[in-house]
C-alpha cells in the first residue's frame, strides 16, 4: 500500500490536500487514511517531518493555533502543484486503483494487523519480563520511558556515545559558521540532519 | 429493490444508499470495508452453490439461496462445506449496520462505524479501525484487532484475543482456552472487563490512567506495573489483587483462572512529543 507513496509522491499528495484549506497534522493523517479506506494510516513521525521540509522549501507555512500547528500552502506550494498536475493525476487513479481491488486491499489489511498484533505480542512479553523482575529487585535508576533493553547509565559505550555526540554537535556548528554557506546549501545541511535523525529513529525504536 | 443470483465471478455496483448490511455465508473469505463511494459487491469466487445479493430498502443481503440449517454440522461433513465456499469482499459506507455470519474461514472489517456484529463458528477475525458498538464472536480461531474505538464485545473458546493500539471507552472479553493481550490509549472512565479460563490475561493501560483496578486468578501470578496495584495477595495459590490507579474513575476487572495476569503502564508521550515523534 506504502508502494503508492514512492519517490516524493505523498509529498506531493500532503500539497495536494493543503490546497484544499488549511489543516493540522493530525487532520493530514485522517483524510489520508479516509482515501485509503483506512488501510493506509501514516504515523506522525511519517507526516511531520516531510511537512518540515515542505516549509524548509518554502512551499508550505504554519501558523501556531491553540498549541497545534495549523500548515498552508503558499503560492510556491500552488505553483509546485500546478506544475506536476500529470504526476498528481496519476497518483491519484494509482490510489483508486489500489481500493478498486477490495479482495487485496482486505489482505492487506489482514497482514498489517497481524504484524501489528505479533508486535505487540513481542513488546509486551518483554515488558512483562521487565516489570517482574523490577518487582523483585527494583533496579537503582527507572528504566528508560520506552523500556526497551537500555544499557546502564554508566556503560563506558554510552558515555562514548555522549562524548561523540556533543562532539558532532559542537564541529557541525563550528562548521555552518566558519563558510559562508548560501541558503541552498544550508537547506541541504538540514535535510541531511532531518534524513540521519530519520535513519537513528528507526534504529533505536 | 434488485436481485441477483451470482454463480460466476462478478462485480456489482449498488446506485441506491445502503443503511444495513446481513451476510451469512458459510465457507470461504468475507472482507467489508467502509468506503465513500457507491456500495459495492465484488464476489471473487462461487462455487457450487451460487451466491444471492439482494438489495431492498436500504439492506442489502448477501447469502445463500437456502443457507443449511446446521450450518456447523454441514461443515463437519466437509463435502456439503465445499459446495458453499465463497469469496466475497463489500464496500459500504461506514455508517451501516452491519451483521456478518460466516460458519468457517477468515472475516476482515475495517472502518465502520456504527454497529457491527460478527458471527464466525471456526475462523480468523480481522477487525481494524471501528467505531461504535463492535461485537464479536468466534468459537474456534483469534480475533485480533488494531485501532478500535467505541464499545467493544469480544469473545472466543478456543482462540486468542488481541486487541493493538485501541482506545475504546468500554471493552469486555472472554476467552476460554486463549490468551487475552490488550493495549489501550484508554481514554479516562473507560470500562474494561476481561476474563480467561485457561490463558493468560495481558493488559496495557496509559500510565495516567484513572481506574479502579481489580485483577483475580486462582492459580497464575500476577504482575502489576503499578506501584499502586500490588501483586495480589490471598490464601494458596488464590491471588487478588484491589489497587486505584489515579484518581480511579475508571473500571477494570480481570479475572483468569490458570492463566496469570500482567497488568503494564503504557508511557505517555505528552502533546509536543507526539507533534513531533513517531
Known sequence: ?205 | MANWTVDSPQRLTLDEPVTRLDVRLVTGRLNVVASDGPARVDITRVSRRPVVVEHRDGRLFVGHERHPRWPGFLWWLGQLGRRFRAEVSVAVPADVLADLHLVDGSLVVSGLRRDTRVDVTSGQVTLMGLRGQTMAKVISGPVEALGVAGDLDLETVSGELILADSAPDRVRAHAVSGSITCDLDNPRGSEIRLSAISGSITVRVREDSDLTVHLHTTSGRITSGFPLVGGGSGFGSIKDSHGVIGSGGGKLWASATSGSIALLARPVEDAADREELP
Open chain 1, 1 to 205: 500500500m506504502t508502494a503508492v507513496f514512492s519517490h516524493g509522491r505523498l509529498r506531493l499528495y500532503l500539497l495536494k490536500l493543503l490546497d484544499d484549506g488549511p489543516k493540522h497534522g493530525y487532520e493530514l493523517i485522517r483524510l489520508l487514511e479516509d482515501r485509503f479506506l483506512g488501510l493506509y494510516a501514516p504515523s506522525a513521525g511519517t507526516i511531520y517531518p516531510r511537512l518540515q521540509r515542505l516549509e524548509v522549501e518554502g512551499l508550505v507555512t504554519h501558523t501556531a493555533a491553540g498549541g497545534r500547528k495549523v500548515y498552508e500552502i503558499t503560492e510556491a506550494g500552488r505553483a509546485e502543484l500546478r506544475q506536476r498536475a500529470d504526476e498528481l493525476a496519476t497518483l491519484e487513479s494509482d490510489i483508486s486503483a489500489s481500493v478498486e481491488d477490495l479482495s487485496a486491499l482486505a489482505g492487506e489489511i489482514r497482514s498489517e494487523v497481524r504484524g501489528s498484533v505479533r508486535d505487540l505480542k513481542r513488546e509486551l512479553r518483554e515488558a512483562a519480563r521487565q516489570t517482574r523482575r523490577g518487582h523483585w529487585e527494583p533496579p537503582p535508576t527507572r528504566p528508560t520511558a520506552n523500556g526497551g533493553p537500555a544499557a546502564h547509565a554508566e556503560s563506558p559505550v554510552l558515555a562514548e556515545f555522549d562524548q561523540r555526540l556533543a562532539a558532532f554537535t559542537v564541529e557541525v556548528s563550528a562548521l555552518v559558521r566558519a563558510g559562508r554557506l548560501t541558503d541552498t546549501q544550508l537547506r541541504t545541511a538540514i535535510r541531511l540532519l532531518d534524513g540521519a535523525l530519520d535513519g537513528l529513529r528507526r534504529l533505536l525504536r
